[in-house]
C-alpha cells in the first residue's frame, strides 16, 4: 500500500480532511496529516476564505512551506502528496523538490506559472471544479503538460460546478455527494495503478 501526506487547506486541518485520511486508511494506506496552521480551523463560506487568506498572509507562505517540509523530514522518501487548495501548492512543491516521490494529487489547486520542470516518473492528477473561483484554469493544465513532456503521468479531472472543496462533507453549501466519491474512485484508482506499476513512478 501507498504511504500519503495529506495537506490542508487555507481553512485548516477541518473534519474533512480527517474523513479524506479515513477513507484511504480504509484502504490499507499509511496516511499523514501534518497541521500547518498548529491548530486553527476555520469555516467555510466567504468569511471563512476571506479569513484562510488573512491567516496564510499572516503566517507567511515561507514559514507554511517551512512547516511542511519539517513535517514530512522523518519520513520514508517515496510518498505521495495529496492536497487540498493551498495544500495542493504545498504537495506539488514536496513532490517537485523532494527527492523520491512517487506521485501527486491536487485537488482545486495547483498548477504551473512558470515553466519550473517537473521531475521525471512523478505522476500527477488534478481534480477541480470547471469553475471554480479559487483555480487559475489554465495552470493545472500547464502542469500536466510539462509533466507529460518531462515523461511523467498527468491528468486533469474537470467536475460541472463552481465550489472549492466540494469533497468536504461538513461543508454544506459547497459539498457534492456524488462528485466526491467519482474523485474518490479515481484517486484510490490512482495509487492501485501506482503500486501495482500501471503507472511509470521511480518510487
Given at each position: 500500500?501507498?504511504?500519503?501526506?495529506?495537506?490542508?487547506?487555507?481553512?485548516?486541518?477541518?473534519?474533512?480532511?480527517?474523513?479524506?485520511?479515513?477513507?484511504?486508511?480504509?484502504?490499507?494506506?499509511?496516511?499523514?496529516?501534518?497541521?500547518?496552521?498548529?491548530?486553527?480551523v476555520l469555516p467555510g463560506g466567504s468569511a471563512g476564505y476571506e479569513a484562510g487568506t488573512a491567516l496564510?498572509?499572516?503566517?507567511?507562505?515561507?514559514?507554511?512551506?517551512?512547516?511542511?517540509?519539517?513535517?514530512?523530514?522523518?519520513?520514508?522518501?517515496?510518498?505521495?502528496?495529496?492536497?487540498?487548495?493551498?495544500?495542493?501548492?504545498?504537495?506539488?512543491?514536496?513532490?517537485?523538490?523532494?527527492?523520491?516521490?512517487?506521485?501527486?494529487?491536487?485537488?482545486?489547486?495547483?498548477?504551473?506559472?512558470?515553466?519550473?520542470?517537473?521531475?521525471?516518473?512523478?505522476?500527477v492528477d488534478f481534480h477541480h471544479m470547471v469553475d471554480d473561483p479559487w483555480v487559475d484554469e489554465f495552470a493545472p493544465v500547464r502542469l500536466a503538460r510539462l509533466a507529460a513532456r518531462a515523461g511523467?503521468?498527468?491528468?486533469?479531472?474537470?467536475?460541472?460546478?463552481?465550489?472549492?472543496?466540494?469533497?468536504?462533507?461538513?461543508?454544506?453549501?459547497?459539498?457534492?455527494?456524488?462528485?466526491?466519491?467519482?474523485?474518490?474512485?479515481?484517486?484510490?484508482?490512482?495509487?492501485?495503478?501506482?503500486?501495482?506499476?500501471?503507472?511509470?513512478?521511480?518510487?
Amino acid at each position: 500500500m501507498a504511504e500519503v501526506v495529506i495537506f490542508h487547506s487555507a481553512l485548516g486541518l477541518r473534519a474533512g480532511v480527517h474523513d479524506a485520511a479515513r477513507r484511504l486508511r480504509d484502504q490499507g494506506h499509511v496516511v499523514h496529516t501534518p497541521d500547518l496552521f498548529e491548530g486553527t480551523v476555520l469555516p467555510g463560506g466567504s468569511a471563512g476564505y476571506e479569513a484562510g487568506t488573512a491567516l496564510m498572509e499572516s503566517i507567511g507562505w515561507t514559514t507554511i512551506v517551512d512547516r511542511a517540509w519539517g513535517a514530512v523530514d522523518h519520513l520514508a522518501r517515496e510518498v505521495v502528496y495529496l492536497g487540498f487548495s493551498m495544500g495542493a501548492a504545498i504537495a506539488q512543491e514536496l513532490a517537485i523538490h523532494r527527492p523520491g516521490s512517487r506521485g501527486a494529487v491536487l485537488i482545486g489547486g495547483g498548477g504551473a506559472y512558470d515553466d519550473e520542470p517537473w521531475p521525471l516518473g512523478v505522476p500527477v492528477d488534478f481534480h477541480h471544479m470547471v469553475d471554480d473561483p479559487w483555480v487559475d484554469e489554465f495552470a493545472p493544465v500547464r502542469l500536466a503538460r510539462l509533466a507529460a513532456r518531462a515523461g511523467s503521468c498527468s491528468s486533469v479531472y474537470l467536475y460541472p460546478g463552481d465550489q472549492h472543496l466540494f469533497t468536504d462533507p461538513q461543508l454544506d453549501e459547497e459539498y457534492d455527494h456524488d462528485l466526491t466519491e467519482l474523485v474518490w474512485r479515481r484517486i484510490m484508482r490512482f495509487l492501485i495503478r501506482l503500486e501495482a506499476g500501471y503507472i511509470p513512478s521511480r518510487g
